[in-house]
């Protein structure tokens, strides 16, 4: 039986993530605007990552029998100036969220809830990748994105990015 501070925390993740998957999906419709294919390719296989994340939270919680309530996401309400601007807030919203995954994992383990520790393991390896991959943009846009021929090449990398489904499933 999940208790009730963790089923609150649970189900404000499930907005957490949907709100993750709205910030990049609006970082994308920035890039797509300003002609930069590669990188809108990027935050939009993203945009979809978060929603399976959102989804999993959403499979978990029906697992134990607790009722999902959606509640209002806000819309980003971002300006980005520059090109590099979505990139430095992407890093800042990984870390925003690997503290709230974390902060559920300390509230479970307080109170023994041993089977949502397990099921946030996956997250907590999954954010570990998510600050990864969202320092690594921001570095490679120091090192080649000043440049046209260089911004032009990172546009051509970051477009080959795929959609993987997560490793994580849940039944
Ligand atoms: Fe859901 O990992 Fe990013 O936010």
Redesign the pocket.
Known sequence: MIQDNIYKLLNEQVNK?IF?AYLYLDISNYYVDNGLDGFANWFKI?AQ??MD?AMLFVQYMQNNGLSVKLTEIAGPEMEYLSYDLPLNEALK??QF?TKSIHDIYDSASQVKDYRTMQFLDWFIM??GE?EKNAEDLILKYKNFGSDSKGLYLLNQELGTRIYAPPSLVLD
Request: glycine share 0%.
């Open positions: 993530e993750s993203q990552e978060e994340h919203h990984e969220i999954e954010q998510e």
